[in-house]
């Protein structure tokens, strides 16, 4: 079973109070946005928080267009021992790493349970503090323990968990395990059964933003501190009943677990599967996935970069000069089949254009073939031509030599039709030259009998 190495807002486990003097001597460190809180020796770990706390601060707090004000406290509780002293409550809550209370604004890092983290993943246990205490100031503490702790898995950057979670989702799923919306209330729900309530809150999260961006998400957030609860701000943000979200989400949540998580409104809209179709030179599934992403990158405006689109834009419109250069290529194939060589010729020069245009140059060796086969029809063709000429001006032996040539020709092309004119042509060569003999037969016999008449009508020799 997977487990959720990440904790919610202090408040739904223990209620802290001031970190006693048992856990050692406290030092701070002080950066634009935070107070880094920590024990004497753990120097060292509180620069490496110092490192990135308050780019992670501007970037949370940019992306919810609310910045609370610093300095928030981070304390770094060397141990878990250290932890449960302060903590206590804390020790029948397994996998706790971090913790926020919003109501201090402080966040509490375990620093000896994120000794086995990426760096990314010890990034995202303060994006994901961070974003509790952000949310419930906007607001106002009235956002349920669901809705927390969807928004804050949100906010964290792709790492390794990610697929473990939507593999926990899954399973659920498939096992009917999935919690129904009135569950997002229920502390008691989410957390006693983390490998679904963690995946499924995200996913419900991810849901709403994919539906109508995230600059709806933060309007629900203010929303929610002036409403009665989950239900009624939804409706309010969203214009639509919790019950039509609910089975909306239902639907749509197939295609998330199928790959749709890896798309997160706050992250620049991934390019690098079109890039690969494109070299790969599959040009009608990257029209088609261009197509997508430019739909997504528009519904996402507020959050995604102009020069996301710019690319997406530039590509797809490769994407579609390689469409058209194939079809046009195809076209040409088809005018060959017909013999149209003249019409041929032009649609490959334009293909060849297109390619070139967009660096393409793996058609080159198709297209040159094509070539050749026009140069050798209009060849051919210009033979037949020739043969015509030379029967009109009963120059029959030479138009039997040229109409052989394109006889040959049209059979190697496949030309059918031409070949077939030129076989009736040779036909009519064939007829000519059996006339032709007969004539000359007949003009030979006709000779010989000419001239026995003409002796046996010459008058005899007269002897002197």
């Not at 981070?74 to 996998?95: C, E, I, K």
């Not at 089975?247 to 409104?265: R, V």
Request: with cysteine; glycine share 6%; proline share 3%.
């Amino acid at each position: 079973m997977c487990v959720f190495l990440f904790i919610a807002l202090a408040v739904v486990f223990f209620a802290p109070g001031k970190a006693s003097a048992q856990t050692g001597e406290w030092r701070e460190r002080n950066t634009t946005a935070f107070t880094i809180v920590y024990v004497v020796g753990g120097e060292a770990e509180a620069e490496r928080y110092a490192g990135f706390v308050d780019t992670i601060y501007d970037e949370v707090s940019t992306s919810f267009g609310y910045r609370p004000p610093p300095p928030l406290s981070l304390r770094l509780f060397p141990t878990s021992a250290d932890y449960y002293q302060v903590n206590p409550a804390a020790r029948n809550v397994p996998g706790i790493v971090a913790h926020a209370d919003f109501r201090r604004h402080e966040l509490v890092v375990i620093v000896e349970r994120t000794q086995q983290q990426s760096e990314e993943e010890v990034h995202n246990n303060v994006r994901h503090e961070l974003t509790h205490i952000i949310a419930a100031d906007m607001s106002e503490n009235r956002l349920n323990t669901g809705f927390q702790e969807g928004v804050a898995q949100y906010m964290e950057h792709t790492a390794l968990d990610l697929d473990s979670k939507i593999a926990a989702l899954r399973l659920a799923a498939d096992q009917g395990r999935l919690m129904p919306w009135s569950a997002l209330d229920d502390r008691d729900a989410i957390y006693g059964d983390p490998d679904v309530g963690y995946p499924q809150s995200l996913s419900i999260v991810a849901f709403l933003i994919d539906r109508d961006g995230f600059a709806k998400l933060r309007e629900f957030l203010t929303i929610s501190a002036r409403s009665s609860g989950y239900r009624s701000a939804l409706e309010r943000a969203y214009g639509a009943s919790v019950t039509d979200l609910e089975t909306a989400w239902q639907k749509w949540l197939p295609g998330y677990m199928a790959g749709g998580y890896k798309n997160n409104a706050l992250d620049s809209y991934d390019l690098s599967f079109a890039r690969g179709l494109l070299e790969q030179g599959n040009y009608p599934a990257a029209v088609s996935e261009l197509e997508q992403a430019s739909t997504w990158i528009t519904k996402h405006a507020d959050t995604q970069p102009a020069e996301v689109a710019a690319q997406v834009s530039q590509l797809k419109s490769h994407a579609e000069a390689g469409v058209r250069a194939t079809q046009i290529a195809e076209s040409a194939r088809k005018a060959l089949e017909k013999g149209n060589y003249e019409e041929a010729q032009r649609q490959i020069d334009e293909s060849r254009r297109i390619f070139t245009g967009i660096g393409d140059r793996r058609q080159d060796a198709a297209l040159d073939v094509y070539a050749q086969r026009v140069i050798r029809g209009i060849a051919a063709s210009t033979q037949l031509d020739r043969a015509n000429e030379l029967v009109g001006g009963l120059r029959f032996t030479q138009a039997r030599e040229a109409v052989n040539v394109a006889t040959h020709e049209f059979a190697a092309l496949g030309d059918t039709l031409r070949l077939e004119n030129a076989l009736a042509l040779r036909s009519t060569l064939d007829r000519y030259q059996r006339l032709t003999g007969a004539i000359l037969m007949v003009v030979g016999v006709a000779g010989v009998l000419l001239n026995l008449i003409g002796r046996r009508f010459q008058r005899p020799a007269e002897i002197w």
